[in-house]
């Protein structure tokens, strides 16, 4: 199947919830959430990450009537899921994570230069109300409840639940049918996080990137992405104990063409996972921070070429 920009679609994964996916779901191209109740009150979950992609994003909600959210949650700071949010009527109430609104004001529009697309007019607009742990959002006909799940992706993340309808918007706790990255977070925060929404026996999940899984699919993604968390740290404890450094390897990892992720796509962020895995077996402060431009080098490496995006 191959996918063009103009494929984004909404997916109704309950009665007025929907995944607003944009395909493919790699760097930059990210997935929205939707949630609209009778009385007209509409959440959006998450921004994207360029002017036409935000524009496009609040065209497309204006045909189920939801053009004008009066709450829009960030579900954490990465450009993919925030650079949107000035584009958002002034209107519009931002909430997120203490620490998203810290990594948006922190990280600035930096990311445009690493990864070279054509943005447009972006203003950084960070969160207006923070939370520390947990938020219940009281629509008029259901509750919305923002859950702190981090370190595990990112230093804030927050999983949005909706516990009547059974839904689960994720943000970058979960990816379908590409690599995970918790580089900045923490593999076995990312790894409990995991554990925590499985718990929850999510009917309907939505990825921060991929399309959104129903049913079983819902307990196989989130199988898929503990085993390959269990992957990476068995990787990193060899590698570790043979001396090699991340990059290394991953590179030998690649070579010998026995990971099973291996015709996943964004198999560059082998590396910063295993940063973030040897970090956990031997630093004494497992939250010492890691960035993406930082090991930008290295996936450029591993990919041998260029990194993609098509934001
Ligand atoms: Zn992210």
């Not at 620490?99 to 690493?114: K, P």
């Not at 990825?207 to 269990?230: F, I, K, M, Q, S």
């Not at 990476?232 to 990892?253: F, I, M, N, Y």
Request: net charge negative.
């Amino acid at each position: 199947m191959s996918w063009t920009d103009g494929d984004a679609y909404l997916d109704e994964v309950a009665p007025g919830i929907y995944a607003y996916v944009q395909p493919h779901g790699g760097w930059m191209v990210n997935n929205c959430g939707v949630i609209t109740d009778g009385s007209g009150d509409t959440v959006l979950v998450d921004t994207t990450s360029t002017e036409r992609r935000n524009r496009a994003l609040l065209a497309e909600i204006a045909g189920v009537g939801a053009n004008d959210p009066r709450i829009a949650v960030n579900t954490h700071h990465h450009p993919d899921h925030t650079y949107g949010n000035g584009f958002l009527p002034a209107s519009t109430t931002i909430i997120g994570h203490h620490g998203c609104r810290e990594g948006v004001l922190r990280a600035g529009l930096a990311a445009t230069r690493e990864l070279l697309a054509d943005y447009g007019d972006l203003s950084v607009r960070p969160p207006d109300v923070t939370f520390a742990d947990a938020l219940t959002l009281h629509l008029d006909e259901f509750p919305v409840e923002l859950i702190a799940m981090g370190p595990a992706h990112s230093t804030n993340d927050v999983g949005v639940w909706l516990p009547e309808q059974r839904v689960m918007f994720a943000g970058d706790l979960a990816f379908s049918g590409g690599h995970p990255i918790f580089m900045e977070g923490s593999m076995l925060g990312f790894r409990a996080a995991l554990d925590r929404m499985r718990a929850l026996d999510p009917v309907a999940l939505v990825p921060g990137h991929g399309p959104a899984c129903r049913g079983e699919e819902v307990a196989r993604v989130l199988d898929e992405l503990t085993a390959y968390v269990d992957f990476v740290a068995a990787l990193a404890r060899d590698s570790h104990a043979a001396g090699l450094t991340p990059l290394e390897a991953a590179q030998k990892s690649q070579a010998s063409g026995d990971s099973p992720y291996r015709d996943w796509p964004e198999g560059e962020r082998v590396v910063c996972n295993l940063h973030r895995a040897y970090v956990e077996l031997t630093d004494d402060e497992p939250a010492r921070p890691l960035s993406i431009p930082q090991l930008w080098p290295e996936m450029v490496a591993l990919a041998g070429g260029p990194i993609e995006t098509h934001a």
